[in-house]
């Protein structure tokens, strides 16, 4: 029964009743998902694992009166996010450009935070605005999952000017999003 609710109902089930039953289908449902990310980011099998483990942990505490319009989007930047952080944490110490490339914060704002539709469409809206190198910069880190180095590459710019366009990029998008909301 409770594998044919939708992701929303299993998500409302979750947080009304806190029902773990529930919450277990939905995790298993997007187990695959989550190790690939965590694979993906770690390149080890033994640490995905052990990030997808501690994720379920993660999901029941974060669902709580959470408003969710997609749960898959919305599981995915947990995810990313939860990755990015283990990865900080056990990276105090890494070149700079390593650590541009996982660097990752909450309190600022991120074009892959989000997760409904509306917001999606004025950020794509917004980021045809930007300038061509910050709108470029800004699609490969985003978009496209590309490091600082990469983006350097493909641009022929100095990483330094990679990391100038992306957070100008990020702060210029959000102006536009919060002008336009």
């Known amino acids: 029964m409770l594998r044919e609710l939708n992701d929303i109902d299993l998500v409302k089930r979750f947080q009304s009743d806190e029902d773990l039953e529930g919450l277990a289908v939905l995790f298993s449902r997007y187990r695959t998902m989550i190790f690939g990310v965590c694979l993906k980011y770690f390149k080890d099998h033994d640490r995905a694992e052990d990030a997808t483990m501690e994720l379920f942990e993660i999901l029941e505490r974060r669902l709580k009166g959470k408003e969710i319009d997609s749960f898959k ?6 995810v990313k996010n939860h990755c990015f952080e283990k990865l900080r944490k056990s990276s105090k110490d890494l070149p700079r450009n390593k650590e541009a490339a996982i660097m990752y914060s909450e309190q600022v ?7 409904n539709e509306n917001e999606l469409q004025r950020m794509y809206q917004c980021l045809e605005k930007l300038k061509e190198a ?5 699609r490969l880190f985003y978009l496209e999952s590309k490091n600082y180095e990469e983006i350097a590459q ?4 100095e990483w330094n000017k990679v990391r100038s366009n992306i957070q100008n990029g990020r702060r210029n998008l959000k102006n536009c999003m919060e002008e336009n909301a």
């Open 109 to 115: 704002f991120h074009p892959d935070s989000i997760s």
């Open 73 to 78: 989007s919305w599981l995915y930047v947990v």
């Open 154 to 157: 493909s641009l022929n710019i």
């Open 134 to 138: 910050q709108k470029e910069s800004v």
